[in-house]
């Protein structure tokens, strides 16, 4: 008998718990997504040049936080700004540190990278 997983929300935290679940678990993902498309405000946010994270030193980065970073410190080493980076890159879609320190896509555009995370956990996205 599979085991069969719903998933309400189709940004990125419902993507991502769907590839999370889908590799680790075995089970069967689905993500229910009420909008047109799924991560719709993520390619909203990818219009203007897709900012992914920071580049700056670990403690600088902890510091933004200020007083949630006792609270943030683990996820944030467990996924932490070159994790994402390594993350992006296993999707096929190299980063870059820009002038500014952050960091971005090489395509600057969210769709790519979307395209890309949709296809690799293999759920099922219904809208």
């Not at 719709?40 to 219009?47: I, Q, S, T, V």
């Not at 980065?61 to 943030?72: C, G, H, P």
């Not at 096929?92 to 949709?118: D, M, Q």
Request: aromatic letters at 10%; glycine letters at 10%.
């Amino acid at each position: 008998m599979s085991k069969n997983i719903a998933i309400i929300g189709g940004g990125p935290a419902g993507l991502m718990a769907a590839e999370i679940i889908s590799a680790q678990s075995g089970f069967s993902v689905t993500v229910f997504e009420r909008k047109p498309s799924p991560a719709r405000k993520f390619l909203m946010a990818g219009r203007g040049g897709l900012n992914l994270t920071h580049s700056e030193p670990w403690d600088s980065f902890l510091e933004k936080y200020r007083d949630r970073a006792d609270v943030l410190k683990k996820p944030l080493q467990e996924f932490s700004p070159q994790s994402l980076r390594n993350w992006c890159d296993g999707l096929g879609e190299k980063t870059f540190i820009g002038s500014s320190g952050r960091v971005f896509p090489e395509s600057f555009k969210a769709s790519p990278l979307l395209r890309a995370w949709l296809a690799r956990f293999g759920s099922k996205v219904l809208v």
